[in-house]
Structures are given as C-alpha cells and as structure tokens.
C-alpha cells in the first residue's frame, strides 16, 4: 500500500518514466553499487553480458575494458540513454525481460554481470538458469542488490516524477539471501564470494547492498562438493 500522493508502477513503466531522471537524482544505492562493481576481481578483458544496464552508469566503465559487451533492458527510455552515453563499436544493446528466454547462443560470453535488477523479478530461477547458460565453462556471474534486510525494513526502488510531483515505487519482490544463493546453486553455479556493503556515511546497522560472484562449471557436481 502506498502513502497519498504515491504510485505504484509496474516495472518498464517505472523505468521509462523514471529514464528522464535517474542519472541526476540522489541515490546513495545507485552511487554505492558503482563503486562496488569496481572493486570487484574481475576479468573484464573477454566477452561481457550486462543485465539491467539502464542509463548505462556502468555499461560505460564495462564497455573500456571488455573484447565485446552486450548491455540489455525492459526499458526502450533507459536503453536509449545508454547508447547516446555509450559510444563503443563493440557494445550492442538489446531490449530484453530478462525472465523470458535470452536471445544469445550457449556459451558465448565469459562474464555476466546484473545490478540492482532481480528485486524486481519474483522467480529467479529462470533468470539464474538463463545465465549459466549463455556461460562458458568457468564463466563468472556478479550480481548486487539491495541487501534483504533493507527491503524487509520497506526500502527499495523510488522516485519522483519530476512532472508530477508524485512518488514511484517500482513494483519489487522481497528475496533473502539464501533464495539468491540457492538459486544459483540449483543452475549449477558454485559460489566465490559473497559480499555486504556500507555505503561512506553507514558504517554501521544495516548494510546497503548485497553481492554475489558465481562461477560456473562443467563439472557441476565437483564444483558443488568442493570445500
């Protein structure tokens, strides 16, 4: 339920209306999840798959330093900011729902990466299973959300129509971290790290955002017994 003089949209409606907006709004989420793919020990020298690319905040920092970036969307007005913002002739965008089939041939990418995205789906399994799919052997998956226990305190993705004046919750679906891990497990991932992030201001209580690096493998059933 929300407050008077608040909205609740589904997501690509969101998105889009929230496109005009997004890059200069203040989003300690936002801000804290880019710093935090750029800590990360990842091989960005191969062939990358972005999901949720959005205004392309990150797709641009993937696209200097990727063989071949592939950044998708639901939203046509986020995607379109990406690609003015994004000039690279070895980045492709392509509007995507990511819990449909993905129209990418097996194995064809060496990293997958999702951000601030799967609290908006309510079954992960497909999307988890989409991208060990789309992965070659010993491929990795980095994803980063808001951490659990900020949703289960009423956080989550927001804004104001700069048009209206009226507050948008995006449509989102509560997950704990056991369901995104699991997940994972169950598509044959084996898990590498596992992360939990404050933002400069918010040393302590609650953490922001929460990551997870997969790897997958061939051998499925070693990578899942190995210590």
């Known amino acids: 339920m929300t407050a008077k003089g608040e909205i609740a949209f589904d997501v ?13 709004d203040t989003n300690l989420t936002r801000d804290l999840n880019a710093t935090v793919l750029r800590r990360q020990p990842l091989d960005l020298s191969h ?18 330093r990727s063989y071949r970036l592939v950044a998708i969307d639901l939203s046509e007005n986020m995607l379109e900011r990406a690609s003015h913002r994004v000039r690279s002739p070895h980045t492709e965008f392509v509007r995507q729902d990511i819990t449909e089939p993905w129209p990418f041939r097996a194995h ?15 079954n992960l399994g497909p999307v988890f299973r989409q991208a060990y799919r789309v992965l070659r052997s010993s491929g990795e998956l980095y994803i980063c ?30 997950h ?4 995104y891990i699991n997940a994972g497990l169950e598509a044959g991932f084996c898990v590498k790290h596992v992360g939990e ?11 922001r955002l929460f990551s997870l690096l997969f790897k997958a493998s061939d051998q499925e059933y070693m990578c899942r017994q190995s210590p």
Do not use: M
């Open 12 to 24: 690509q409606a969101a998105y889009d209306q929230w496109a005009t907006s997004y890059d200069v």
């Open 47 to 64: 062939d990358i798959l972005e999901f949720g690319c959005g205004t392309g905040l990150n797709t641009a920092w993937l696209a200097e």
């Open 108 to 122: 064809s990418f060496d990293l997958v990466v999702g951000n601030l995205v799967l609290e908006h789906i309510a």
């Open 145 to 174: 959300e808001l951490h659990p226990f900020r949703q289960l305190g009423g956080a989550g993705a927001q804004f104001v129509n700069p048009q209206t004046g009226e507050r948008v919750h995006v449509r989102s679906f509560v």
């Open 176 to 179: 704990s971290a056991a369901e």
């Open 197 to 207: 992030w404050y933002d400069d201001k918010e040393r302590e209580g609650i953490p």
